[in-house]
């Protein structure tokens, strides 16, 4: 009896997680899956699959050749991986001071860092404007990889301090007395931090990919657009280009569900270490 | 060596605090510094709190504001109470050792609506939505009774992954021996979850509700997505997030106005700052104290 009931339970948690699993994944399914439809198609069985009449790639054409995604995705590259890229040296190079250096201030250095992990960064939008202008990097993508940075550092540093304080303190003495400065020190323990600095990429990368408000705001020209802010210009501007937009959709939102599926594990090893905390 | 470590210390630290207090830190508090000049004439003029008298006396710019906040705080509340209660059901489902080698499956699925851009989701909702596609009857964005929860229930389908996260790793965290010990005292899934689990990961509620209203209060993507800047049916969706970005930005039949920006910036921050700094000077503590 036992067993029936414990079977009866495994099933409704089953059949709970499928439903919700599916709410989560059906529309964007929804999506891909019309995207290469014609219009048609998209309004007469918007939840068929494509068949030899609805089949069609003329969507992703028109992307190609009327919107500018590969200047796009270009740029989302460029300020992403800088941003990450400068977040990761940054934080790890103040991290490993905070945990290394008992210095009497440093509790305070490292509690206003980790007090930006709730500081609403966006307030700041009209300061930002101001240095951006008097600094000449208005509509820069060099504008939206310091703020970036700025606005990831607080998470980076509290996680990757979690990570430094593991490390055994006979490895850095080991190497002090090898006669290693402090940098090589530091590089001599990173290969220990390696899952805390997958961890802090994964965070680092997907707010940032994804964010509106500044590429708005700070790089809003056709060059210089993100493929966030380009697929919103792009849904105002083609409206009624349904296989299109879908299809523009479909190519912003494909690499980072790609990308977390890949580092799900990293990604929420350092949301839930990082915040949770 | 001490004198070192100081140098060291600073050395290392240097290049992420000027980054961080440069475009981070000092904006925030110049924003306040901003907010009490006038820069109309190009030159600024220290002009004390009329801006925020302005703010709060000009008819439409007030109505505007308190219009807003309203609205912040229901898209605050839904979140709170759809949001949390739905994470805590799935994360309960997850951790509730039924699934074996599923789990992680289940995981990645429920939070890739998180992964996606505010673009992708307001789309893909606003189509499925669509009366066009026959699934709902009612144009639930046109009408200004409904669009507001319309959107926040959007933002809870795409954030419900974080609370998720947030208790699933806190339900993880629970020990196995006590949970061996409600088994061994013949107590069931149910009770074991709310008797044992539940009060143990309770100190989390207060962390996920004030991180909640941080980011509810720093909304913005989502409302700008769908409805634009001056968020309609008639200003029913327009949140802190979009007042903020059309006082200093402009747009349609608004003039950009950077010292009522930051004005409007300040306020807000601090409506959030008061919020926050309450949770962590009164409730925060005395909720940590119950944590094992």
Redesign the interface.
Same mark, same amino acid.
Do not use: E, K, M
């Given at each position: 009896m036992r067993n029936n009931r414990d079977r009866a339970g495994s099933l409704v948690t089953h059949a709970l997680l499928i439903f919700f699993a599916l709410l989560a994944v059906a529309p964007i399914l929804v999506i891909v899956v019309n995207s290469f439809k014609t219009t048609q198609g998209i309004f007469g069985q918007p939840f068929a699959l494509p068949n030899a009449d609805t089949f069609s790639l003329g969507g992703y054409e028109r992307v190609f050749t009327r919107g500018q995604f590969v200047t796009n995705y270009g740029n989302s590259l460029i300020v992403t991986v800088g941003a990450t890229v400068a977040t990761l040296v940054l934080a790890t190079l103040a991290a490993f001071a905070l945990t290394e250096y008992k210095v009497r201030f440093a509790p305070l250095v490292g509690g206003f860092f980790v007090l930006g992990i709730m500081l609403p960064i966006r307030l700041g939008t009209v300061p930002i404007i101001k240095t951006m202008i008097s600094w000449q990097l208005m509509d820069t993508l060099v504008a939206l990889i310091l703020v970036y940075t700025a606005m990831s550092l607080p998470l980076a540093i509290a996680l990757l301090m979690t990570y430094f304080k593991a490390v055994p303190g006979a490895i850095k003495e080991a190497a002090r007395i090898d006669g290693a400065g402090e940098l090589r020190t530091l590089s001599i323990t990173l290969p220990m931090v390696r899952p805390g600095l997958a961890a802090v990429a994964s965070v680092t990368m997907l707010p940032i990919w994804n964010d509106l408000w500044f590429p708005l705001i700070l790089a809003p020209s056709k060059e210089n657009q993100t493929v966030t802010l380009g697929v919103q210009q792009f849904v105002g501007q083609f409206l009624n280009d349904y296989p299109a937009l879908l299809g523009a959709l479909t190519l912003g939102a494909v690499p980072l569900i790609v990308l977390f599926v890949v580092f799900s594990r990293q990604f929420i090893q350092g949301l839930s270490a990082g915040i949770g905390k | 060596m001490?004198r070192a470590? *100081?140098r #060291? !210390?600073l050395v =290392? &630290?240097l290049? %992420?605090?000027a980054?961080?207090v440069? =475009? $981070? $830190?000092?904006?925030?508090v110049?924003?306040i510094w #901003?907010s009490l000049y006038d820069t109309d004439s190009g030159v600024a003029r220290f002009v004390g709190l009329e801006n925020y008298v302005y703010l709060f006396t000009n008819p439409t710019t007030s109505e505007r504001f308190w219009n807003a906040l309203t609205n912040n705080l229901e898209f605050f509340a839904i979140h709170l109470l759809v949001e949390v209660p739905l994470g805590l059901? /799935?994360a309960a489902? @997850?951790t509730?050792g039924? @699934?074996r080698r599923?789990t992680?499956l #289940?995981? &990645?699925? @429920?939070? +890739?609506?998180t &992964?996606?851009?505010?673009? +992708?989701v307001g !789309?893909?909702?606003r189509?499925?939505i669509n009366p @066009?596609?026959g699934l709902v009857d009612f144009p639930l964005l046109g009408d200004e009774r409904t669009a507001l929860p319309t959107i926040s229930l959007m933002s809870v389908?795409q954030y419900v992954g +974080?609370p998720m996260? =947030?208790l *699933? %790793? $806190?339900l993880l965290a629970v020990p196995n021996d006590v949970l061996e010990a409600a088994r061994v005292e013949g107590s069931g899934?149910w009770s074991t979850f709310w008797r044992v689990k539940f009060p143990l990961i309770a100190p989390?509620f207060g /962390?996920i509700a004030i991180?909640t209203y941080?980011w509810t209060?720093?909304g913005?993507?989502l409302v700008? $997505?769908l409805n634009g800047s001056a968020p309609g049916p008639n200003y029913s969706t327009d949140i802190l997030?979009t007042l903020? *970005?059309r006082t !200093? !930005?402009g747009s349609s039949g608004q003039l950009s106005d950077?010292d009522l920006?930051?004005t409007v910036?300040?306020v807000?921050?601090l409506i +959030?700052l008061v919020v &926050?700094a309450a949770y962590f000077g009164l409730l925060h503590r005395r909720l940590r104290s119950y944590e094992l």
């Open positions: - | 001490n470590h *100081y #060291y !210390f =290392f &630290t290049p %992420a605090l980054v961080y440069v =475009f $981070a $830190a000092l904006p925030l110049n924003s #901003y059901l /799935l489902l @997850l509730s039924r @699934l599923s992680g #289940y995981r &990645t699925l @429920l939070f +890739i609506p &992964t996606l851009s505010v673009v +992708i !789309f893909v909702w189509l499925i @066009l596609w389908w +974080i996260i =947030f *699933y %790793a $806190a899934a989390q /962390l991180l941080i209060f720093n913005f993507d700008f $997505a997030g903020f *970005y !200093f !930005f950077l920006g930051a910036a300040s807000i921050f +959030i &926050t």
